[in-house]
C-alpha cells in the first residue's frame, strides 16, 4: 500500500525555523518528483516546491519553488532514508497553514495538484507574530 506521511509541524514564533519531513511506505520516493503544499483556512491550495527524480547530469535533482517561499524554503531528499524534505526558514505568519506532500513523475506544471498520484494527510504549522 502506498502511503506518505509529513511530520515536523508544530508551532514556531515569526523569523523561526522547522523542518518538514515526507517519508513514504509502498513506494520508493527516488522514483518520484515529490511537491510540497500548502493550504490555510479559508485559502486555496498552494504549491510552493517540487524537487525531481534526480535522473539529470551525474543523478542531480531539479528544485523549484513558489515566489512567495523561495529563498526562504529548502526542499531536499535522503535517498537512504527514502525521505523528502522541506527547510523552512524565516518563517512568516503567513506561512501558517496545513503542508501536504505529494508524489508525481515529473515537476512540470507543479503547482498542479490535479497532476499527483499519491498524497500525505498533512501536518500543521503555525507562525506566532
Known amino acids: 500500500q502506498v502511503q506518505l506521511v509529513e511530520s515536523g509541524g508544530g508551532l514556531v514564533p515569526s523569523g523561526g525555523s522547522l523542518r518538514l519531513s515526507c517519508s513514504a511506505s509502498?513506494?520508493?520516493?527516488?522514483?518520484?518528483?515529490i511537491g510540497w503544499f500548502r493550504q490555510a483556512p479559508g485559502k486555496k491550495r498552494e504549491g510552493i516546491a517540487c524537487?525531481?527524480?534526480?535522473?539529470?547530469?551525474?543523478?542531480?535533482?531539479?528544485?523549484y519553488y513558489a515566489d512567495s517561499v523561495k529563498g526562504r524554503f529548502t526542499i531536499s531528499r535522503d535517498s537512504a532514508k527514502n525521505t523528502v524534505y522541506l527547510q523552512m526558514n524565516s518563517l512568516k505568519p503567513q506561512d501558517t497553514a496545513e503542508y501536504l506532500c505529494?508524489?508525481?513523475?515529473?515537476?512540470?506544471?507543479?503547482?498542479?495538484?490535479?497532476?499527483?498520484?499519491?498524497w500525505g494527510r498533512g501536518t500543521r504549522v503555525t507562525v506566532s507574530s
Open positions: 524537487i525531481s527524480r534526480g535522473d539529470g547530469f551525474r543523478g542531480e535533482a531539479s528544485t
Open positions: 505529494a508524489a508525481r513523475v515529473y515537476c512540470s506544471d507543479y503547482s498542479n495538484e490535479d497532476l499527483y498520484d499519491y
Open positions: 509502498g513506494f520508493n520516493l527516488g522514483d518520484h518528483a
